[in-house]
């Protein structure tokens, strides 16, 4: 049973490791805490859905832009100084959402604003946490300390709704935000123990330039450029969360219930797949696991999509169907295959990237993940126009599971990525 569990040894032997963890798992949970919040807070000004749509939208174009060229920043300066600075910045913008409510300024201008720097700020410090992951705990300890992260992005995505939805109905809006504040001030206190990280080689001036530098260096290298195809493709093709409310409400019945069962379903295979990781730090072809991990994450949603349509129609007050349970079973197993492949194709993106391409690669790799899942949304919400939301799934989750297939099968180099030679 050891052997099966999460391997804790990158907090055992790198203290700097483990306190930028703990920070990080604790401002996961007042990100996800605030970015519930503010979607509250927005429909309570507004009273329109589409608006709590716009939060998304606002945070989702900072996000992109800054983690392209916040990479180039994260290559040219210390890495810790750009962490801190960064993360100070996050922390200024949780004291003006939480001052803002308190304030009582009703203005969802400034929502949108805050969200928009505050996803910016996200987009640099990110890339940069994720490029000094190979000092502080080595190349091979690069799984654990993967499937570490992925466990605290599940617990993060459990926890933070489960909190906001507690505060705000207690203490409130202003309560709330101070709450994601203090656990940024806890993350801070961590990074700052952090060491000195100055760019190694000859530096660059952070510019188009330098950001197109590391595009350049992942159209010449095909294992690395494996990594973002496949996701791209279980994202676009398979991301079933824009499903659960017509299924929720028409299919599987049960409401915002069902919603929130699936969704939960999802962070909670993330937990399990963190929590069983133990075995993944022996695998050495990881390229073979990531294309397993993602054809296994299109199944599951074409199996979910599978259970929908063996469930009779019922409006929401009905309640939810018994196949909701078989439904979220697929959900969980989803997120546990998502976990698997995050955990291999981070280890990949870090292992073969040299030192002064880590931060520009993993600003792409900000992009992809931030922007995948709302393209796939616009994709199976399209699908589920034409032929309905049980059937989108079924077809999104066997397109996802052919087409990483068939790519597989035209990059063998990928099959053969092997850990103990990474090569790009």
């Given at each position: 049973m050891a052997r099966l569990l999460l391997d804790l040894t990158p907090l055992r032997v790198s203290v700097p490791y483990r306190r930028m963890w703990l920070g990080t798992s604790a401002a996961g949970v007042g990100g996800a805490l605030t970015a519930v919040v503010v979607g509250l807070q927005?429909?309570?000004?507004?009273?329109?859905?589409?608006?709590?749509?716009?939060?998304?939208?606002?945070?989702?174009?900072?996000?992109?832009?800054?983690?392209?060229?916040?990479?180039?920043?994260?290559?040219?300066?210390?890495?810790?100084?750009?962490?801190l600075l960064t993360a100070l910045g996050q922390l200024a913008c949780a004291v003006g959402l939480s001052a803002q409510a308190f304030a009582h300024l009703d203005d969802v201008r400034v929502l949108y604003a805050l969200v928009a720097v505050q996803a910016g700020l996200m987009g640099v410090n990110s890339p940069a946490r994720m490029a000094i992951v190979p000092h502080l705990v080595g190349t091979r300890l690069l799984p654990a300390a993967n499937a570490l992260s992925s466990l605290s992005m599940g617990i993060a995505s459990t926890a933070g709704p489960l909190l906001a939805g507690v505060l705000v109905a207690g203490p409130g809006y202003g309560a709330t935000y101070a709450v994601e504040a203090v656990l940024l001030l806890g993350a801070l206190a961590g990074l700052a123990s952090l060491p000195p990280m100055p760019p190694r080689g000859e530096v660059g001036r952070p510019g188009l330039a330098s950001v197109l530098e590391g595009v350049r260096f992942l159209r010449t290298r095909p294992n690395v450029r494996a990594t973002f195809v496949v996701d791209l493709a279980a994202m676009v093709l398979a991301m079933p969360r824009v499903l659960f409310p017509a299924i929720g409400a028409t299919l599987i019945g049960g409401g915002a219930t069902t919603v929130g069962v699936l969704t939960a379903g999802i962070a909670a295979g993330a937990i399990l797949g963190g929590l069983f990781s133990g075995p993944l730090g022996r695998v050495r072809l990881q390229g073979r696991a990531v294309v397993v991990a993602v054809v296994g994450w299109g199944l599951s949603v074409a199996l979910f999509g599978a259970v929908v349509l063996a469930a009779p129609d019922r409006p929401p007050s009905d309640g939810a169907h018994w196949t909701l349970w078989l439904a979220a079973a697929c959900m969980v197993v989803a997120g546990s295959a998502d976990?698997?492949?995050?955990?291999?194709?981070?280890?990949?993106?870090?292992?073969?990237?040299?030192?002064?391409?880590?931060?520009?690669?993993?600003?792409?790799?900000?992009?992809?993940?931030?922007?995948?899942?709302?393209?796939?949304?616009?994709?199976?919400?399209?699908?589920?126009?034409?032929?309905?939301?049980?059937?989108?799934?079924?077809?999104?989750?066997?397109?996802?599971?052919?087409?990483?297939?068939?790519?597989?099968?035209?990059?063998?180099?990928?099959?053969?990525?092997?850990?103990?030679?990474?090569?790009?």
């Amino acid at each position: 049973m050891a052997r099966l569990l999460l391997d804790l040894t990158p907090l055992r032997v790198s203290v700097p490791y483990r306190r930028m963890w703990l920070g990080t798992s604790a401002a996961g949970v007042g990100g996800a805490l605030t970015a519930v919040v503010v979607g509250l807070q927005v429909y309570e000004l507004t009273g329109s859905t589409a608006s709590v749509g716009l939060v998304g939208l606002a945070a989702l174009g900072p996000l992109v832009l800054m983690g392209l060229y916040g990479g180039a920043l994260v290559d040219a300066h210390d890495r810790r100084r750009v962490i801190l600075l960064t993360a100070l910045g996050q922390l200024a913008c949780a004291v003006g959402l939480s001052a803002q409510a308190f304030a009582h300024l009703d203005d969802v201008r400034v929502l949108y604003a805050l969200v928009a720097v505050q996803a910016g700020l996200m987009g640099v410090n990110s890339p940069a946490r994720m490029a000094i992951v190979p000092h502080l705990v080595g190349t091979r300890l690069l799984p654990a300390a993967n499937a570490l992260s992925s466990l605290s992005m599940g617990i993060a995505s459990t926890a933070g709704p489960l909190l906001a939805g507690v505060l705000v109905a207690g203490p409130g809006y202003g309560a709330t935000y101070a709450v994601e504040a203090v656990l940024l001030l806890g993350a801070l206190a961590g990074l700052a123990s952090l060491p000195p990280m100055p760019p190694r080689g000859e530096v660059g001036r952070p510019g188009l330039a330098s950001v197109l530098e590391g595009v350049r260096f992942l159209r010449t290298r095909p294992n690395v450029r494996a990594t973002f195809v496949v996701d791209l493709a279980a994202m676009v093709l398979a991301m079933p969360r824009v499903l659960f409310p017509a299924i929720g409400a028409t299919l599987i019945g049960g409401g915002a219930t069902t919603v929130g069962v699936l969704t939960a379903g999802i962070a909670a295979g993330a937990i399990l797949g963190g929590l069983f990781s133990g075995p993944l730090g022996r695998v050495r072809l990881q390229g073979r696991a990531v294309v397993v991990a993602v054809v296994g994450w299109g199944l599951s949603v074409a199996l979910f999509g599978a259970v929908v349509l063996a469930a009779p129609d019922r409006p929401p007050s009905d309640g939810a169907h018994w196949t909701l349970w078989l439904a979220a079973a697929c959900m969980v197993v989803a997120g546990s295959a998502d976990t698997v492949s995050a955990i291999f194709r981070s280890t990949i993106l870090q292992a073969a990237t040299p030192d002064a391409l880590r931060g520009r690669l993993q600003g792409i790799f900000i992009v992809v993940v931030a922007g995948g899942p709302r393209l796939g949304d616009v994709v199976l919400g399209g699908a589920a126009e034409g032929v309905g939301e049980a059937w989108a799934a079924v077809a999104g989750g066997l397109a996802c599971a052919t087409v990483v297939a068939a790519f597989a099968f035209w990059q063998p180099r990928f099959l053969a990525y092997d850990a103990d030679h990474p090569r790009a």
